[in-house]
């Protein structure tokens, strides 16, 4: 996590780790922000 204090704070990295342990986890690094995208934002969840 990066503090910056004009914007406030902002991750430098997310892993996303798996319950499933035969996949590798999925690391996202502020390097890559350009290539990546957001398509969809989990709101709630229903029981």
Sequence with gaps: MRLRPWRGWRHTKI????????????????????RLQVVAELLEVLN
């Design 15 to 34: 892993v996303l780790h798996p319950v499933n342990p035969d996949f590798e986890p999925i690391r996202l690094v502020a390097e890559d922000e350009d």
